[in-house]
């Protein structure tokens, strides 16, 4: 692969992790089904100009797995991620995009082993700084690590 191959590829990654993201929430939101859902981001969001911002080209097939994978292990994953939290805090008390950064980081952490660890953080704190302060993006960073810590080798 070349170099600007592996850039459009990452750049598209990311993308696709951002509206996981957000496809997640909204999955949480409202009484929506997987199906649905990924039709909807695949038909107007996903490389869409919408209200006069284009959203990037996501690569559709990374984008189904996250989303896919975090519906279908999300008791695991929110499993995983309770168990990081300090105990005074439970996955409710979190912010609804916070838990998806995290669930999405998580799933790739235990789904995604072509994935470095530290790509897989770092996407997810670029995420966390769309829509958090530092303090909010540092959170990120510490659970991740400590869940990637616990499930994959160093």
Same mark, same amino acid.
């Given at each position: 692969m070349s170099a600007s191959n592996a850039s459009a590829k990452s750049k598209s990654r990311s993308a696709a992790r951002l509206?996981? +993201?957000?496809?997640?929430?909204? /999955?949480? /939101?409202?009484? =929506?089904? =997987?199906a649905r859902l990924l039709n909807e981001f695949h038909s107007h969001r996903l490389g869409q100009e919408i209200e006069d911002a284009q959203y990037a080209d996501a690569d559709p097939d990374f984008f189904d797995d996250v989303v896919?994978? +975090?519906d279908a292990r999300r008791t695991e994953i929110d499993g995983l991620v309770d168990g990081k939290?300090?105990?005074k805090w439970k996955l409710d008390r979190l912010d609804k995009t916070m838990l998806q950064i995290l669930r999405c980081g998580?799933?790739?952490? =235990?789904?995604?082993?072509? $994935?470095?660890?530290a790509t897989v953080i770092d996407e997810y704190l670029d +995420?966390?700084?769309a829509f958090f302060d530092n303090k909010d993006a540092k959170? +990120?960073?510490?659970?991740l690590d400590a $869940?990637?810590?616990? $499930?994959?080798?160093?």
């Open positions: 509206a996981s +993201v957000q496809a997640l929430y909204q /999955m949480d /939101m409202e009484d =929506i089904g =997987i896919s994978g +975090v939290l300090g105990e998580t799933y790739e952490l =235990i789904a995604r082993p072509d $994935v470095p660890t +995420v966390a700084h959170f +990120v960073n510490g659970l $869940v990637a810590k616990d $499930v994959r080798a160093r």
